[in-house]
T-cell receptor, first 116, second 112 residues
Framework: AQSVAQPEDQVNVAEGNPLTVKCTYS??????LFWYVQYPNRGLQFLLK??????LVKGSYGFEAEFNKSQTSFHLKKPSALVSDSALYFC??????????????FGQGTTLQVKP | NAGVTQTPKFQVLKTGQSMTLQCAQD?????MSWYRQDPGMGLRLIHY???????DQGEVPNGYNVSRSTTEDFPLRLLSAAPSQTSVYFC???????????FGDGTRLSIL
């Protein structure tokens, strides 16, 4: 069965410092991997995805993520955090299956707090 | 282009009542899904559809029904509401399984 783990409920960083939000996954075969962000009282917004190719994926708002197949991880990173990055972040995985099927499974979410 | 539209935004029900949460998308997406969001549990998949006439169960399908008669619409039905179904419900759509999902702004449902 597919699963996603985000081991930290909350990550606190100072503005201007680098940030990392961790994600590990379990899925049969090669995965599709995604990061989403959620602001209060809103739906989730897509940040970036890994399908294939380069292990370092660049996304919206200066975020990037590194795919590590041996560690089954897909950590979200940003070189310099902004206060406006404070939000709830979700990692998600979908197994590659034939056709257009496959469930998108989310982690529990990590709250990112960036302090001035 | 409205994206994914969910109605209503808020709803209060009594235990045992039934209701339908509406979801519509105007992007001609084949893949649609329903999630519930509860504190500390992330988003859990209730049901999903890979095209008109095709639906399948997710992680937590009990107490919910869906149908997909058109590409645009994917309603979620609560058959007999229970307090455990108090949650925020999100509908999402994507062009295909490998593409990012577009989310609605959610329906906040309270069951007394």
């Amino acid at each position: 069965a597919q699963s996603v783990a985000q081991p930290e409920d909350q990550v606190n960083v100072a503005e201007g410092n680098p940030l990392t939000v961790k994600c590990t996954y379990s899925v049969s075969g090669n995965p599709y991997l995604f990061w989403y962000v959620q602001y209060p009282n809103r739906g989730l917004q897509f940040l970036l995805k890994y399908i294939t190719g380069d292990n370092l994926v660049k996304g919206s708002y200066g975020f990037e993520a590194e795919f590590n197949k041996s560690q089954t991880s897909f950590h979200l990173k940003k070189p310099s955090a902004l206060v406006s990055d404070s939000a709830l972040y979700f990692c998600a995985v979908r197994a590659r299956v034939s056709g257009n099927t496959g469930k998108l499974i989310f982690g529990q979410g990590t709250t990112l707090q960036v302090k001035p | 282009n409205a994206g994914v539209t969910q109605t209503p935004k808020f709803q209060v029900l009594k235990t045992g009542q039934s209701m339908t949460l509406q979801c519509a998308q105007d992007m001609n997406h084949e893949y649609m899904s329903w999630y519930r969001q509860d504190p500390g549990m992330g988003l859990r998949l209730i049901h999903y559809s890979v095209g008109a006439g095709i639906t399948d169960q997710g992680e937590v399908p009990n107490g919910y029904n869906v149908s997909r008669s058109t590409t645009e619409d994917f309603p979620l039905r609560l058959l007999s509401a229970a307090p455990s179904q108090t949650s925020v419900y999100f509908c999402a759509s994507s062009y295909s399984a490998g593409q990012p999902q577009h989310f609605g702004d959610g329906t906040r449902l309270s069951i007394l």
